[in-house]
């Protein structure tokens, strides 16, 4: 299945992912810059911040208690539909999922 990491230059990046896997990883395995996953998706550096697009966020839901304290930390202020990507867990329904990488 593919992820698609919407850059905030205009550019995008398409990622493999398997179910089960965290967005995070394809991120890296994909080589998508900012998402650096410092921590290794232990929810410790919201170096992993991405925003889910309007039409995804329904799917994917909402962080969890310990992911919405982390989202306050992050390099680029959290938005409205700011999630940490380590905490996003590919499934099925997922496949094709768009997210975009804050600057
Ligand atoms: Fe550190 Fe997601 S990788 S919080």
Do not use: Y
């Not at 590919?90 to 600057?103: D, F």
């Amino acid at each position: 299945m593919k992820i698609t990491f919407e850059l905030a230059d205009g550019s995008e990046i398409v990622a493999d992912a398997e179910p089960g896997m965290r967005v995070k990883d394809a991120a890296l395995a994909a080589g998508v810059p900012q998402i650096t996953g410092d921590c290794g998706g232990n929810l410790s550096c919201a170096t992993c911040h991405v925003l889910v697009t309007d039409d995804w966020v329904e799917k994917v839901g909402q962080p969890g208690e310990m992911e919405d304290v982390m989202l306050d930390m992050t390099a680029v202020a959290r938005q409205d539909h700011s999630r940490l990507s380590c905490q996003i867990e590919m499934t099925e329904a997922l496949a094709g999922l768009r997210v975009r990488v804050p600057e």
